[in-house]
């Protein structure tokens, strides 16, 4: 049995709802995540270590993703989005989804570290 589980990630800067001079830049992402392995799936929990430029790591847990808790049959996949307010302009995001395959078994699907960065004009 093999648990395959891919994750992507796109990430947009939200001008709208940062706070410049308080020093909070907003971006949300939307993660696709598609079970590619040969035996369903559920997401379980979630970990995630959000890091800004200086160095200041913040780390979230809990169950599920956005209230949810969805099974992923083999080719399925599962699109949400969500957001972090980090201190600096730059900054980046890892973690892992504790799943639990159809026959039980826990695995963690890794969240490969992306980056939260505004974009920018080139001239």
Do not use: C
Not at 57 to 63: D, H, N, R, T
Not at 97 to 112: K, S
Not at 114 to 120: A, E, G, H, I, R
């Amino acid at each position: 049995m093999q648990n395959k589980i891919d994750i992507d990630v796109e990430v947009t800067y939200l001008p709208n709802q940062s706070n410049l001079p308080n020093g909070q830049y907003a971006y949300a992402y939307t993660i696709t995540i598609t079970n590619k392995g040969n035996s369903g799936a559920q997401l379980r929990t979630r970990r995630w270590l959000i890091e800004d430029e200086s160095g200041l790591v913040e780390e979230v847990v809990g169950e599920g993703v956005i209230g949810l808790q969805p099974h992923l049959s083999p080719g399925e996949s599962f699109e949400y989005s969500s957001g972090a307010i980090i201190n600096t302009e730059t900054g980046s995001m890892k973690g892992a989804y504790g799943m639990i395959n159809d026959e039980g078994q826990r695995f963690e699907a890794i969240i490969p570290e992306f980056v939260l960065s505004k974009p920018y004009t080139l001239h």
